[in-house]
């Protein structure tokens, strides 16, 4: 007889060897049950399967098919992951659909596609990541789409590629451009020669031929960057000693208001104050090393005051005769043959605009330009490299004033003509020509330029309740800034080519009455003075439309 051990023992072993093998049968029919068919609408060989008139991308495509294809398709998006299921994909081709959009990371999990064609459809939008993870992609054609622009670095990180196919598109060659000409000229890749259908300056030149620097991408604009809370009607900065300061007149709380730049919070900050009455100009001067602040008032009397270092603090040192100035309303400071001098604008009709100078001591009245006029303003500058005052009145045109210098007077040169009701003049130079901004309250302000024997009208600007068109310049960069009671602000950039300001932003400042730069640690500020509402800062900033 034989063990009886054994015999269990065998038995048991041949009942898991047939349990094993039934188990892994099922499990290979079951296999074969999920073997994943040819879609409906596409047409499946060994390795290829073609669709078309389908809906939507299918999820499932035998797990031996390296190539596929969409002709005539109903969908108008490649939506992300569309491919995540077919990651043996080695060519993916669209043609003749009505696709529009390729949305991010469309052909994720396509490690081994090595050829993307996308070509005669309607594709207006690529999303910048489009192509992400396409690492073995060496083809890529877009052709015959509706595409005017490419995202910036959308075929970034496809080291592989040696062909980009973009010819029969409306690629507009501006700055949104420019990414792909810098990288046209990095890259292996090479591309057939493709057209600009704009802007004008590039329309119809070859993309393959343009160069980076053909791009003028940098432009500039003022950014709100503090707001002060005080109202105030002019601003003026200066320097003295090794730092820079601000000094706005506020007329309601009767302070000249002086601020100084924080290195450390990086924002102005203040620094002193000059208390007085009705204030509407604070104009700092300084000479030999010496701050003076001339305070014009409304009621009271004007006023200098000096900054006393040692003691850290303002001092008034002089008053200004109020049978001459009564009210004031501008102060220009300016040096002729080393001498200073202030000239103050008075708008009453029993004052006088009166010149200053400084003799050592203090400050006397030099000459006194015309009594009863009205003045509103008061602007120096140099016409054929000699010295001249420009005086805008509410009662006359404004007057131009040159200087004599055997008498060291101002003599009546001329005025300008057609120019009644002017508010208030500014000048600036553009290559060496002179021009000057006239503000207008209600009407058309204007820019003019200096031909040599007289001013001439260059632009007209509608103006509303303007009080203020102040030109400022920055680099290379020319404004001029025209204030409004009754709208926005508006900021125009000088245009080189056809030698005029264009529009260039709009600001929302109250009821704005001056406007002055300041530059700090490699920096530009514009302060903006205002009547109604907070006093604000705004920075120069550039933005590189390319990016």
């Known amino acids: 007889m034989g063990d009886p051990g054994r015999a269990v ?87 003749a659909n009505s696709l529009d959009l390729i949305d991010e990371d469309s052909f994720m999990g396509l490690p081994h596609l090595e050829y993307l064609f996308i070509e005669n459809n309607q594709i207006a939008s690529i999303s910048p990541h489009a192509f992400r993870g396409l690492k073995a992609l060496i083809h890529l054609s877009l052709a015959y789409n509706n595409l005017e622009t490419l995202p910036r670095d959308v075929f970034k990180g496809m080291d592989a590629l040696t062909k980009v196919d973009l010819r029969g598109n409306n ?107 009705s204030t509407v100009v604070c104009k700092p001067m300084v000479i030999d090393d010496h701050l003076f602040v001339i305070v014009a008032q409304l009621f009271g009397g004007s006023h200098i005051y000096k900054r006393d270092t040692s003691a850290n603090r303002f001092i008034k040192i002089q008053d200004i005769d109020i049978l001459k100035i009564r009210k004031p309303n501008d102060i220009e400071t300016f040096v002729i043959d080393g001498e200073s001098f202030f000239v103050i604008a008075d708008s009453s009709k029993a004052g006088s605009t009166t010149v200053y100078k400084w003799n050592g001591n ?84 204007k820019v003019m330029r200096w031909d040599g024997a007289m001013f001439k009208e260059v632009q007209t600007f509608p103006s509303r309740g ?7 310049s920055i680099g290379n960069w020319q404004y001029s800034i025209l204030g409004s009671d009754y709208s926005l602000t508006q900021v125009y950039q000088w245009d080189t080519e056809t030698s005029q300001f264009v529009p260039s932003q709009e600001l929302n400042i109250q009821a704005p009455r001056a406007f002055s730069l300041v530059s700090i640690d490699n920096r530009v500020f514009l302060l903006a003075s205002s009547f109604k509402g907070k006093t604000q800062i705004y920075e120069h900033i550039m933005i590189d439309l390319s990016n």
């Not at 002019?234 to 924080?262: R, Y």
Request: proline letters at 4%; hydrophobic letters at 40%.
């Open 171 to 277: 690629l507009i060659c501006d700055c949104k451009l420019k990414w792909l000409v810098e990288w046209m000229h990095h890259t292996n890749a090479t591309l057939d020669q493709i057209y600009c259908s704009g802007p004008a300056v590039h329309q119809g030149k070859k993309i393959n031929d343009l160069l980076p620097h053909s791009f003028d991408c940098i432009i500039a604009e003022f950014a709100s960057y503090q707001s002060l809370k005080f109202e105030s009607i002019s601003v003026g900065a200066f320097n003295f000693g090794e730092d820079q300061f601000v000094v706005f007149a506020q007329p309601f709380a009767g302070t000249c208001s002086f601020l100084e730049w924080d290195h450390v919070e990086m924002t102005f900050r203040t620094y002193d104050t000059i208390e007085s009455t």
């Open 466 to 472: 303007s009080m203020v068109f102040q030109p400022v």
């Open 9 to 95: 023992g065998g038995w048991k072993g041949r009942t898991l060897l047939l349990w094993v093998a039934a188990v892994s049968f099922i499990l290979a029919d079951g296999r074969r049950v999920r073997q994943a068919r040819c879609p409906a609408g596409c047409t499946c060989t060994k390795d290829n399967a073609l669709c078309e008139n389908v809906r939507s991308v299918p999820h499932a495509f035998p797990s031996d098919v390296v190539s596929l294809s969409f002709v005539k398709s109903g969908f108008n998006e490649i939506v992300s992951g569309s491919f995540v299921h077919t990651p043996a994909l080695q060519l993916l081709l669209f043609t």
């Open 362 to 445: 203090g400050f006397y009245s030099h000459q006194s330009l015309h009594p009863w006029f009205r003045d509103t303003d008061v602007e120096y500058l140099e016409i054929s490299g000699k010295p001249h005052l420009i005086l805008s009145s509410s009662s006359q045109r404004p007057v131009v004033y040159q200087w004599n210098r055997n008498k060291k007077q101002f003599e009546r040169r001329t005025d300008i003509p057609d120019m009644e009701d002017v508010f208030s003049v500014k000048h600036f130079q553009v290559k060496g020509e002179l021009f000057i901004c006239l503000t207008r309250f209600i009407g058309d302000s």
